[in-house]
């Protein structure tokens, strides 16, 4: 079993700020890649950013390069997506995820982040 709790979302004005956090427990030992996945209204699930435990660097979208920071307390198994300058297309349900290359990607159950205009 595979639980991932997150936490952080909620609404703010674009330009502003929010740090999402995403604590994982249960069987993970193998699981080496966290990252976030976002889901607007009427769109599909898309990548904002992975970061592998150890030894690699991490990888944005395009939309959220220079904006977004992703980074991870290994010892906690607890990521995080510190989020600047947002803009009200940023707003989605964000979605951590955690897995190891070519298996299964085990999902939070999502935290909603709102950007006014």
């Known amino acids: 079993q595979v639980q991932l709790v997150e936490s952080g979302g909620g609404l703010v004005q674009a330009g502003g700020s929010l740090r999402l956090s995403c604590a994982a427990s249960?069987?993970?030992?193998?699981?080496?890649?966290m990252g976030w996945y976002r889901q607007a209204p009427g769109k599909q699930r898309e990548l904002v950013a992975t970061?592998?435990?150890?030894?690699?660097?991490?990888v944005y979208a395009d939309s959220v390069k220079g904006r977004f920071t992703i980074s991870r307390d290994s010892a906690k198994h607890t990521v995080y997506l510190q989020m600047n300058s947002l803009k009200p297309e940023d707003t989605a349900v964000y979605y951590c995820?955690?897995?190891?290359?070519?298996?299964?990607?085990?999902w939070g159950q999502g935290t909603q982040v709102t950007v006014s205009s």
């Open positions: 970061i592998p435990r150890s030894g690699g660097s991490a």
């Open positions: 249960g069987t993970i030992f193998s699981m080496n890649i």
């Open positions: 995820t955690i897995y190891a290359p070519n298996s299964r990607s085990y």
